[in-house]
């Protein structure tokens, strides 16, 4: 424990050395003119996140134009239904969402949008490291642990399914939050789990735990976390969406730019405003391999939307068709200038 908190002060002294005091802490409650309060889960799939609220207040910090600025402020939430909740209920304008929810809500007169991608791959199919599995026919009958019905990642695990010709009536399928997965395997509660990292790296990096199947091999295109925000949002400040949508973009481009970049937000993602997670976890999917995870092109694609779509609803998750512009909004993208991340 000594160790890793060493290395923690090492990481973000590193860090305040290059930003202004505060420019870490970037949690807040977003009742400022030009503050926006932004839902996130500490997952890597939604690491653009913190890299753009810190970048941001680094740039307002040496903005001396005297001009009005806008400031992001991440907010920490344990679950999807928790940030859903919290989106219908008005209390946040802005999140994280998974994409097949975020369809759901639109499909149920919820006024919200995506607006951008958070990333692409980060999702991983773990089995023991001691277990014979190496084909999905092997684990006919077993427990397979997913986060939720609505999580890509158990679209994932029917698209594997389905490569083998079997369906999830084959297995046995168990909803489970990610942070319990690994030790739930390590107990041999499951035998596989299909999640989101950090938390199949969590099992692999302490050896008990290997990757059957990943995102990176599998689905190239995968897409899972999306910034969506309130209709209200973009009606009533457009220009706020508009260069939130700047930083994410930005923020990926310079994650997936050079390694040392990956190093410098596992330092911000790690601290207890984010993620609040071991920085050796988090580095180890930054590192095992490089694209695990990734965050360069975050292009909107409706062909892609809609194979989500698809498979959303042969999952019986959704139950029929939403059109592709009630739950997507892609003039930010278009419009959209990646900002200069100098962290």
């Not at 290395?7 to 003119?33: D, E, Y």
């Not at 951008?116 to 009958?141: C, N, P």
């Not at 009536?169 to 168990?174: L, P």
């Amino acid at each position: 424990m000594a160790r890793r908190l060493s290395r923690r002060s090492v990481l973000k002294g590193a860090l305040a050395s290059t930003l202004p005091l505060g420019a870490l802490s970037c949690s807040g409650n977003g009742r400022q003119q030009n503050s926006l309060v932004v839902g996130g889960l500490p997952v890597t799939c939604n690491l653009t996140l913190p890299v753009a609220c810190v970048a941001k207040a680094a740039s307002n910090a040496a903005d001396k134009s005297g001009e009005p600025r806008f400031e992001y402020h991440y907010s920490k939430y344990n679950g999807w239904p928790e940030i859903k909740e919290s989106l219908m209920a008005g209390k946040i304008s802005a999140a994280y969402m998974l994409a097949p929810l975020v369809m759901d809500l639109a499909d149920r007169k919820i006024a919200v949008k995506i607006v951008s991608l958070g990333h692409r791959s980060g999702a991983v199919i773990m089995v023991r490291s001691d277990s014979q599995y190496q084909h999905f026919r092997q684990l006919a009958g077993k427990r397979i642990a997913i986060p939720s019905r609505f999580a890509v990642d158990f679209l994932f695990l029917r698209k594997m399914l389905a490569q083998e010709g079997m369906s999830p009536a084959d297995v046995q399928i168990i909803e489970m939050a990610p942070p319990d997965m690994p030790a739930a395997l390590y107990a041999n509660a499951v035998d596989a789990y299909c999640t989101g990292e950090p938390f199949g790296a969590v099992a692999q990096r302490a050896g008990y735990a290997r990757p059957l199947r990943m995102t990176r091999d599998e689905w190239r295109n995968y897409i899972c976390c999306v910034l969506t925000v309130h209709e209200e949002l973009i009606r009533d400040n457009r220009p706020m969406v508009q260069d939130l949508v700047n930083q994410v973009l930005g923020a990926g481009v310079w994650l997936d730019a050079v390694q040392d970049n990956r190093n410098k937000a596992v330092a911000i993602a790690c601290g207890r405003d984010f993620f609040n997670q071991d920085p050796n976890v988090l580095k180890y999917v930054m590192e095992n391999p490089t694209d695990r995870v990734t965050y360069g092109d975050l292009r909107m694609i409706r062909s892609e939307f809609e194979e989500l779509m698809q498979l959303s609803r042969d999952a019986g998750t959704i139950k029929h068709d939403v059109a592709y512009d009630q739950y997507v909004d892609e003039s930010f993208v278009a419009h959209a200038k990646a900002a200069a991340i100098a962290l």
